[in-house]
């Protein structure tokens, strides 16, 4: 397996869901070796660089439009199994493969992927990290994802904690490289456009019961009953029956058909960073889209009418001068975030952007230019965790020792019709039931 030039770069994602892609893509894009990336991440791979995308089979696997709306383009884009994927890792060379995955998906392929390069005097540089804000599961995420080249870390605060969690489990943690949120970007906020747009960034799993998300739609429905010159939009992850990295089993769309919302109350899906091109107020609960909106100096509110709760995620922006309620934004409340807090947060906003990935492609090209490079080393083994490694190589359909385990899926071929036919009444029943069934059963049970 020759090192390649930066010319010639050639990197393989796996990602399971759409913003994991988006994610993964993205990352892979601005690490590559080679001239600083600019800001705006919208538009294909670098000149040179071959994107390989592989979407990881699960209730999450993203639908073509879901994939259009994210704008990332790939040279190639395949659905497979963890199976499949490392059979193409041993058939296929690559410089870079970036696991944009669940930790337990990380975990299974770092050992599936230790297997397959076995003996290989030349490997791939492997690269992984978080989506957006690691706020919950720190050690067990961090644990899973351990073993990889690189674990990107999206801010200065991250990379802190990161190592403070390796180090206190006798882990190496060189592999902890600050970088920041990959999708950063857009123009920045220069003032009120006509008419002010007021936008409600969503959450497919936050809050998870009913009756808070219906406060908040009708909070959000009387902000714009309130303020009729305003546009008022509620953003949308996913329409029903998609889903993205989080299960949402009750859709906004469906809620809101309860409620009567005026002429400028609208639901707007698309591409967040366009929706941001026209947003005077961010507002949501723990969203991602926070960061890209301070990113861009947009006005944004981290709502505390549910209480300022972990299990939220808005315990996350405690310091960040951005915390208000419905009743504050209806008085005409704007916020004024905190420098200090956001410089941490890795929300480049100082025009540094462009320079944030260099440490990471620094690290990366010593790796491709180095002769050998050594077996990839996850912290969890048979050894250190013989009760929970076992179970998470096994939901991949992979053995202890990272071989496939026998029955797992095939590779030889594409899934014929009748297979393809199955296949998608058995995410549409799964979905059925998540969306559906498991409400019921729950409510059922509170009784």
């Known amino acids: 397996m020759p090192p390649s030039t930066p010319k010639s770069l050639r990197i393989a994602v796996l990602a399971d869901s759409d913003t994991r892609w ?7 894009d601005r690490i590559a070796p080679g001239p600083s990336m600019e800001a705006a991440p919208r538009g294909g791979a670098q000149v040179g660089l ?14 073509a439009r879901q994939l259009e709306e994210v704008g990332v383009r790939a040279d190639s884009l395949r659905e497979v199994t963890a199976v499949e994927f490392l059979r193409a890792m041993a058939e296929t060379s690559y410089d870079i493969v970036v696991l944009a995955l669940v930790g337990g998906g990380v975990q299974a392929m770092l050992h599936g992927l230790s297997r397959v390069w076995e003996g290989l005097e030349k490997r791939p540089v492997v690269v992984t990290g978080y989506v957006g804000v690691v706020y919950e599961k720190l050690a067990d995420g961090l644990l899973l994802r351990h073993g990889a080249d690189l674990v990107l870390a999206n801010s200065r605060q991250d990379a802190e904690r990161f190592r403070a969690v390796y180090e206190g489990v006798g882990a190496d943690a060189s592999a902890v490289t600050e970088v920041a949120l990959p999708f950063l970007g857009g123009a920045a906020y220069e003032g009120e456009h006509s008419p002010y747009t007021v936008v409600f960034a969503v959450q497919p799993s936050v809050p998870d019961n009913r009756r808070d998300r219906m406060y908040l739609l009708e909070r959000l429905v009387r902000h714009a009953r309130l303020h009729p010159e305003r546009e008022v939009l509620l953003k949308l992850r996913s329409r029903p029956g998609e889903h993205t990295t989080h299960i949402e089993e009750l859709p906004y769309q469906k809620l809101v058909q309860r409620l009567d919302p ?8 698309g591409n967040m960073g366009e929706v941001l091109d026209r947003t005077d107020l961010l507002v949501t609960i723990s969203s991602t889209a926070a960061l890209e909106s301070l990113h861009r100096r947009i006005p944004t509110v981290v709502l505390t009418d549910l209480g300022v709760r972990e ?16 009743d504050q934004l209806d008085a005409g409340h704007r916020p004024v975030p905190d420098e200090e807090w956001v410089a941490r947060q890795g929300v480049v906003a100082d025009g540094s952007y462009a320079h944030a990935f260099d440490p990471a492609r620094e690290r ?20 250190t965790a013989p009760g929970y490694l076992p179970g998470i190589l096994a939901r991949h359909h992979l053995g202890p020792d990272g071989t496939p385990l026998p029955g797992a899926p095939a ?18 029943a799964y979905r059925h039931g998540v969306q559906r069934v498991a409400p019921v059963i729950r409510r059922m049970g509170e009784l």
């Open 311 to 326: 299990v939220l995620g808005n315990h996350h922006f405690v310091g960040s001068g951005c915390l208000a309620s419905w």
């Open 364 to 383: 990366i090209a010593k790796l491709l230019a180095s002769s050998e490079l050594p077996p990839l080393t996850p912290y969890y083994t048979p050894v």
């Open 50 to 63: 071959a994107l390989d995308g592989f979407l990881l089979r699960g209730r999450a696997t993203p639908t």
């Open 411 to 428: 590779a030889d071929k594409e899934p014929g019709p009748v297979r393809q036919i199955v296949r998608r009444a058995a995410r549409g």
């Open 262 to 269: 005026p002429a400028n109350f609208r639901l707007v899906y």
């Open 22 to 28: 988006k994610w993964g893509a993205l990352t892979a």
